[in-house]
């Protein structure tokens, strides 16, 4: 247990957003999924459905401080790459 009032406030404050950093990355990480489903089935149409779709949660956690840009962008060309690749 934190002694200050100021470490107790920020044990409540690095909880809170833990919580709702788990929810945005388990978000993120199943629109991935979805994503590789759709790839597997090898069904296009719904691949760039769920490639959109999956784009869109990434830069949303993104612009929420969740994951960092870099990573963001790294994860958004490796499924644009798997889709390209289930196109050609």
């Known amino acids: 247990m934190p002694n200050t009032k100021s470490a107790f406030k920020r044990m409540k404050q690095s909880l809170l957003r833990r919580q709702r950093n788990r929810g945005v990355k ?22 760039r459905q769920t490639y959109a779709a999956a784009s869109s949660v990434i830069d ?29």
């Open 26 to 47: 388990s978000h993120l990480k199943n629109a991935v999924q979805t994503f590789h489903v759709s790839l597997k089935e090898q069904d296009l149409q719904k691949a």
């Open 60 to 88: 949303k956690a993104v612009s929420k401080g969740v994951i960092h840009k870099n990573t963001g962008a790294r994860k958004k060309s490796r499924l644009a790459k798997q889709l390209n690749e289930l196109v050609s």
